[in-house]
């Protein structure tokens, strides 16, 4: 059973451009969450998905992000117009249900010139 | 004040010392996670307790719901313990109204031989 996957694992991006960030669970789980560690700081909620539903999005910026959990598919999360301050590493994890532990990507480090 | 905070924030041990790594938190929680992080980034889930303890090989984690608080405890510590150790807990948070992780800023140990 193949864990938590996530590409690309390295994204350069020039400010203005778009990125696009891809989660594909664990087999099995409907579950999914986006999470951001900025340099130097913890870790922090952004987005709970479950299948084609966003479930909570109150981690997210109000502006330029966004996320998706099509049916068929990964999970995508989306910055549009990067800046600077979006240089972070961006964490996915699933489960198969919200009680059960959540196993995480090895994660997105993008970095914004 | 953070919801979740961590001490020590940096530790450094001699290979075979006990070590603890503690928690406290203040908000209502479902279940308190420990998890680890390399050098490399990726993110392991240690444990996920409720109450009591849990042990797994060299690794022990306790929780006291009424003081909200919970350690780590690592026996016969070696170099390859060293990483950043992050607590979080499940917590209905925020105005999204689910229940989410929020972490703590990590403990970094450093175990020399």
């Known amino acids: 059973n193949a864990g938590v996957m996530q590409n690309p694992r390295h994204l350069v991006r020039r400010r203005g451009q778009e990125a696009r960030l891809r989660c594909s669970p664990m087999?099995?789980?409907?579950?999914v969450y986006w999470y951001r560690q900025l340099p130097e700081e913890g870790l922090k909620f952004m987005v709970y998905?479950?299948?084609?539903?966003?479930?909570?999005e109150s981690g997210m910026p109000k502006e330029r992000f966004s996320a998706e959990f099509p049916k068929e598919g990964p999970s995508i999360l989306r910055i549009q117009q990067v800046v600077r301050g979006d240089s972070a590493a961006y964490f996915c994890?699933?489960?198969?249900?919200?009680?059960?532990?959540?196993?995480f990507g090895p994660g997105t480090r993008l970095l914004v010139l | 004040k953070n919801e979740v905070e961590q001490s020590p924030q940096n530790l450094t041990a001699q290979e075979g010392e006990f070590i603890t790594i503690n928690c406290s938190y203040s908000?209502?929680?479902?279940?308190l996670h420990w998890l680890q992080q390399h050098p490399g980034g990726g993110i392991v889930s240690l444990f996920m307790?409720?109450?009591g303890k849990k042990k797994h090989g060299r690794l022990i984690a306790t929780i006291n719901i009424q003081e909200k608080h919970s350690s780590l405890h690592i026996t016969a510590s070696h170099p390859r313990d060293s990483a950043v150790y992050i607590c979080?807990?499940?917590?209905?948070?925020?105005?999204?109204?689910?229940?989410?992780?929020?972490f703590g800023k990590g403990t970094k140990l450093t175990v020399n031989p």
């Open positions: 994890a699933s489960s198969r249900t919200i009680k059960e532990t959540q196993y």
């Open positions: 087999k099995g789980h409907s579950h």
């Open positions: 998905l479950q299948k084609e539903n966003i479930i909570d």
């Open positions: 908000v209502g929680i479902s279940a």
């Open positions: 307790l409720s109450s």
């Open positions: 979080a807990v499940r917590s209905v948070i925020g105005q999204g109204g689910s229940e989410k992780l929020v």
